[in-house]
């Protein structure tokens, strides 16, 4: 009896993995991956007559809502033919140092060299595990991506685009609260400030100036709201989200003009939007965005 109770078992084992393999159907769906042993709810949205266009990962806000980040992006994949992949991350599992912040630094401190957190712990590391599962799961192993992100969404794009070696198109960092910004004074999370030698000298500059990075800012972004990081470092950056991106990308570019460095970055406002995820994903300036490169 215990045989055939272990072979079920495995049989049903079995069974959740072929299911898991199977293609994303056409429309919206919602399927669990396991990713460095952790289970990660991914909901979907595959255009109808979908062709094998990229992958857009879309990274919610404080929230957690991945289900309506997903409704949110389907004009843009109806538009570019995407599958729409749009993770769950809790707030329990994934705080602020883990989600916003990259999963870099776990204690923060006003002094010293920090303790980074191994790399294969990255929340970058989890973003492209999660690509792979969906490449698998099309068996399309070169299946191209972008990721678009708003709010918090949008800050962990800031140190993904730093600090995880990928091969993404575009990612589109949307109305974040806080940057990344290219300083070696700035202390991590707000700057390069603080980080092994390795991750904070001019090359790491160089190279984060280099990337495909879009800011999407809605220029009714604007109200002071209980979500905006106000603490000093953040309040440096400027005094709303719309005056903080337009600040970073000037602080990038005048950068990359200083040092004669490759500048990839764009800015792209969207006309009398605020802090609207749903608003920025279905405007122009995100379709303009996710065209191209």
């Known amino acids: 009896m215990q045989r055939i109770t272990r072979f079920a078992a495995a049989l049903l084992l079995c069974g959740s993995a072929v299911l898991q393999a199977q293609p994303y159907p056409e429309g919206k769906s919602r399927r669990s991956v396991d990713i460095a042993g952790e289970s990660i709810e991914l909901h979907a ?25 997903r409704n949110y992006a389907v004009p843009l994949a109806d538009r570019h033919g995407f599958l729409v992949i749009a993770p769950l991350f809790d707030r329990k599992r994934f ?7 990259g999963g870099i630094v776990r204690n923060q401190r006003a002094e010293g060299e920090f303790a980074v957190e191994p790399d294969t712990q990255w929340m970058g590391r989890t973003f492209l595990a999660v690509i792979d599962a969906v490449r698998a799961a099309e068996t399309r192993p070169d299946l191209a991506y972008s990721l678009i992100g708003h709010s918090a969404g949008g800050q962990a794009l800031s140190r993904f685009a730093a600090f995880t070696p990928h091969a993404a198109r575009h990612i589109i960092i949307a109305n974040p609260s806080t940057y990344l910004w290219p300083s070696l004074t700035e202390r991590f999370p707000y700057g390069f400030g603080g980080l092994p030698a390795a991750m904070s000298g001019d090359t790491a500059l160089q190279h984060y100036l280099a990337q495909p990075v879009t800011l999407l ?77």
């Open 95 to 101: 705080p602020t140092w883990r989600y916003q912040t």
């Open 45 to 69: 949205y595959k255009p109808p007559g979908y062709a094998g266009g990229p992958i857009l990962l879309v990274l919610h806000g404080l929230g957690t809502n991945a289900p309506g980040y």
């Open 217 to 293: 800012l809605g220029t009714a972004d604007i109200e002071r709201g209980t979500d905006l990081n106000v603490r000093e470092a953040a309040e440096r950056q400027g005094y709303n989200r719309l005056e903080r991106g337009h600040n970073a990308f000037r602080a990038a570019q005048q950068l990359a003009q200083q040092r004669g460095w490759t500048f990839n970055w764009r800015l792209v406002e969207v006309p009398d939007v605020g802090h609207s995820a749903r608003r920025m994903f279905g405007s122009a300036g995100a379709m303009e965005s996710l065209a191209g490169r």
